[in-house]
C-alpha cells in the first residue's frame, strides 16, 4: 500500500469528460453519480461498505487533512482524483536566504484520501454551481460511527501536540485560518515591563492554566478571564502576549480584527476558542472593531458559555479609540492595563540585556538610560541597532549623536514635521504631489 499521500503514482479519477459524447459538464458534475462511484471505489479497496457523513462543525477536520497532506502522515493515503479537468495538485514555496523550495503534493481539493487504519475517507468535491463556477462539498466517509469518532480523535490529538499558533485574520474574503509554529518561547524575564504589573498578569495566567479550578470551583469564580493591555506602541505588549503564549501548554488563538470583522466571524473564532479550552483567545487592535457589529461582540462577552475556559487578552495602542462599554461593565474584561513608556530604571535594565553595555562600556549606558526619556523599548532597540553599526563600519561609538537622532525623529513623529514640508536647513521636504 503506498505510503504518504504525495508519493509520485498514475493518476486514477473519479470521472473523466469525454468531449466526444453529447453529455453536458452538468452530465460530468453529476453528484449523485460521482459519489456512487466514491463509495464503490471505497467498498472495492478496503473491503467494507461506507456511510456518508454530514460534516457540520468540522471544519478542523479538513484543517487536520491539509496538515497530513503537508507533513507526509504515513497513515494517509491518496486513493484517487475526481475530475480529471480540474486541478489535483499544488505548488507550495519556502522561501529561504539564497534560495527557493519548491513542494508538490495533492490538493485538498479533487481529491480522495483515506486513513485506512481507521477505513475512514475524505474528499472535498468540485460541484458545479450558477453561471458554470465551481463550488466545494465536504464529504466525509466512514465504515461506521466508532471508526469514525476514533480517526476525529486521533486527527485531534497529533494536531494539539504540535506547538502552533491558530491564527485568524479577516479579509474581503472572510474569515482566513492557519495554524503556524510558535516562535522560540520567550522567557518571563525577557519581557521588560513593570515588575508589579508583569507579576500580576502572569499570576492570573498561572492560576488558570494551572490544571486545578479549585480555586474557581471554592470561591464560585466564573471560569474566564479577560485582559485589556493598551499603551503607546514599541512597550512590549506584543512580546507579553508572545511569552504568555510560549509558556502554557493549551491552545493559543490570534485573531487580527480588520475593517472585515463581522458578526459571522466573531461568532466563528470564539466558539473554535471555546471547543478546545482552556485556551488563550489574543485579539489584536480590539480598536479597530467595526461599529457594525460591536453591539454582536459586546454580547458574545457577555455571553454565559461564550468564554468558558477562555483567556482573553485584547491590545490596543490607541485606548481612546476603545468602546467604553468594553471595560466599564464586569465581566467583560476584567482588567485593564497600561502598559507604559519605560521610565530610567527600566530603560537602563532593557539597555544592559541588549548588550549596549559591553559594546560600548556601562557608564555610556547609564548616559544613554538617562538621555533617552519618553523613548519606547522598540526605540531602544533601535539605538542598539544603530550603535552595533557604528562600531562596525567607523569603528567608534558617538551614543550622544545616535541619541539626538533618534530624538529628532521622535519630536518629528509628535509634530507631525514628517508632513509639514521643512527639514533641518529650512528647505522644502514634502512628501507626496506637489
Same mark, same amino acid.
Given at each position: 500500500?503506498?505510503?504518504?499521500?504525495t508519493a509520485?503514482?498514475t493518476p486514477?479519477?473519479?470521472?473523466s469528460y469525454?468531449?466526444?459524447?453529447?453529455?453536458?459538464?452538468?452530465?460530468?458534475?453529476?453528484?449523485?453519480?460521482?459519489?456512487?462511484?466514491?463509495?464503490?471505489?471505497?467498498?472495492?479497496?478496503?473491503?467494507?461498505?461506507?456511510?456518508l457523513y454530514?460534516?457540520?462543525?468540522?471544519?478542523?477536520?479538513?484543517?487536520?487533512?491539509?496538515?497530513?497532506?503537508?507533513?507526509?502522515?504515513?497513515?494517509?493515503?491518496?486513493?484517487?482524483s475526481?475530475?480529471?479537468?480540474?486541478?489535483?495538485?499544488?505548488?507550495?514555496?519556502?522561501?529561504?536566504l539564497g534560495?527557493? #523550495?519548491?513542494?508538490m503534493?495533492?490538493?485538498?481539493?479533487?481529491?480522495?484520501?483515506?486513513y485506512?487504519e481507521y477505513?475512514?475517507?475524505?474528499?472535498r468535491m468540485? $460541484?458545479?454551481?450558477?453561471?458554470g463556477?465551481?463550488s466545494?462539498?465536504d464529504?466525509?466517509?466512514?465504515?461506521?460511527?466508532?471508526?469514525?469518532?476514533?480517526?476525529l480523535?486521533a486527527?485531534?490529538?497529533r494536531?494539539?501536540? /504540535?506547538?502552533? $499558533?491558530?491564527?485568524?485574520?479577516?479579509?474581503?474574503e472572510?474569515l482566513?485560518?492557519?495554524?503556524?509554529?510558535?516562535?522560540?518561547?520567550?522567557?518571563?524575564?525577557?519581557v521588560?515591563?513593570?515588575?508589579?504589573?508583569?507579576?500580576?498578569?502572569?499570576?492570573?495566567?498561572?492560576?488558570?492554566?494551572?490544571?486545578?479550578?479549585?480555586?474557581?470551583e471554592?470561591?464560585? #469564580?466564573p471560569?474566564?478571564?479577560?485582559?485589556l493591555?493598551?499603551?503607546?506602541p514599541?512597550?512590549?505588549?506584543t512580546?507579553?502576549?508572545?511569552?504568555?503564549?510560549?509558556?502554557v501548554?493549551s491552545?493559543?488563538?490570534?485573531?487580527?480584527i480588520?475593517?472585515?470583522?463581522?458578526?459571522e466571524?466573531?461568532?466563528?473564532?470564539f466558539?473554535a476558542?471555546v471547543k478546545?479550552?482552556?485556551?488563550?483567545?489574543?485579539?489584536?487592535?480590539?480598536?479597530s $472593531?467595526?461599529?457594525?457589529?460591536?453591539?454582536?461582540?459586546?454580547?458574545?462577552?457577555?455571553?454565559?458559555?461564550a468564554?468558558?475556559?477562555?483567556?482573553?487578552?485584547g491590545t490596543?495602542?490607541?485606548?481612546?479609540?476603545?468602546?467604553?462599554?468594553?471595560?466599564?461593565?464586569?465581566?467583560?474584561?476584567d482588567?485593564?492595563?497600561?502598559?507604559?513608556?519605560?521610565?530610567?530604571?527600566?530603560r537602563l535594565a532593557?539597555?544592559?540585556?541588549?548588550?549596549?553595555?559591553?559594546?560600548?562600556?556601562? /557608564?555610556?549606558?547609564?548616559?544613554?538610560?538617562?538621555?533617552t526619556?519618553?523613548f519606547?523599548?522598540?526605540?531602544?532597540?533601535?539605538?542598539?541597532?544603530?550603535?552595533?553599526l557604528q562600531?562596525?563600519?567607523?569603528?567608534? #561609538?558617538?551614543?550622544?549623536?545616535?541619541?539626538?537622532?533618534l530624538?529628532?525623529?521622535?519630536?518629528?513623529?509628535r509634530?507631525?514635521?514628517?508632513?509639514?514640508?521643512?527639514?533641518?536647513?529650512?528647505?522644502?521636504?514634502? #512628501?507626496?504631489?506637489?
Open positions: 500500500m503506498q505510503r504518504g499521500p509520485v503514482q486514477a479519477f473519479v470521472a469525454d468531449y466526444r459524447a453529447q453529455e453536458g459538464t452538468e452530465r460530468y458534475f453529476d453528484y449523485a453519480r460521482t459519489v456512487a462511484r466514491i463509495a464503490g471505489m471505497l467498498s472495492d479497496r478496503f473491503g467494507c461498505e461506507f456511510k454530514d460534516q457540520a462543525d468540522q471544519g478542523d477536520v479538513w484543517d487536520g487533512l491539509a496538515e497530513d497532506i503537508e507533513s507526509d502522515y504515513p497513515g494517509l493515503v491518496h486513493v484517487a475526481i475530475f480529471d479537468l480540474v486541478e489535483s495538485r499544488q505548488i507550495s514555496f519556502q522561501p529561504k534560495e527557493t #523550495i519548491y513542494r503534493r495533492p490538493s485538498v481539493r479533487n481529491n480522495l484520501f483515506a485506512p477505513r475512514v475517507a475524505l474528499v468540485p $460541484m458545479l454551481v450558477h453561471l463556477l465551481l466545494t462539498e464529504l466525509i466517509f466512514a465504515s461506521d460511527d466508532e471508526q469514525l469518532i476514533a480517526c480523535q486527527i485531534q490529538l494536531r494539539s501536540e /504540535e506547538r502552533k $499558533m491558530h491564527v485568524y485574520t479577516d479579509t474581503r472572510g482566513q485560518h492557519c495554524r503556524e509554529p510558535i516562535s522560540q518561547a520567550i522567557p518571563r524575564e525577557d521588560m515591563m513593570d515588575e508589579t504589573l508583569k507579576q500580576q498578569i502572569f499570576r492570573s495566567v498561572d492560576e488558570f492554566f494551572g490544571g486545578d479550578r479549585t480555586f474557581f471554592q470561591y464560585q #469564580i471560569y474566564k478571564r479577560g485582559i493591555l493598551y499603551g503607546k514599541g512597550n512590549g505588549k512580546t507579553l502576549v508572545q511569552s504568555i503564549a510560549g509558556s501548554e491552545p493559543v488563538f490570534y485573531w487580527q480588520t475593517e472585515y470583522t463581522n458578526s466571524s466573531i461568532r466563528e473564532v466558539a476558542a478546545q479550552a482552556p485556551s488563550v483567545l489574543v485579539i489584536e487592535d480590539i480598536d $472593531m467595526p461599529d457594525s457589529c460591536r453591539s454582536f461582540f459586546l454580547n458574545i462577552l457577555d455571553g454565559a458559555t468564554k468558558e475556559g477562555v483567556f482573553l487578552i490596543t495602542n490607541y485606548p481612546q479609540k476603545i468602546d467604553p462599554a468594553l471595560i466599564n461593565r464586569a465581566g467583560r474584561f482588567r485593564a492595563y497600561e502598559v507604559k513608556l519605560p521610565d530610567e530604571a527600566l532593557y539597555l544592559r540585556r541588549k548588550g549596549l553595555a559591553e559594546l560600548a562600556g556601562d /557608564e555610556q549606558a547609564v548616559h544613554a538610560a538617562e538621555r526619556q519618553g519606547s523599548l522598540a526605540q531602544l532597540n533601535e539605538l542598539y541597532v544603530s550603535a552595533a562600531k562596525r563600519y567607523d569603528d567608534r #561609538i558617538d551614543l550622544e549623536q545616535l541619541v539626538l537622532g530624538r529628532n525623529d521622535l519630536d518629528k513623529g509634530n507631525r514635521d514628517w508632513l509639514n514640508g521643512t527639514d533641518w536647513g529650512g528647505a522644502s521636504n514634502r #512628501i507626496g504631489f506637489q
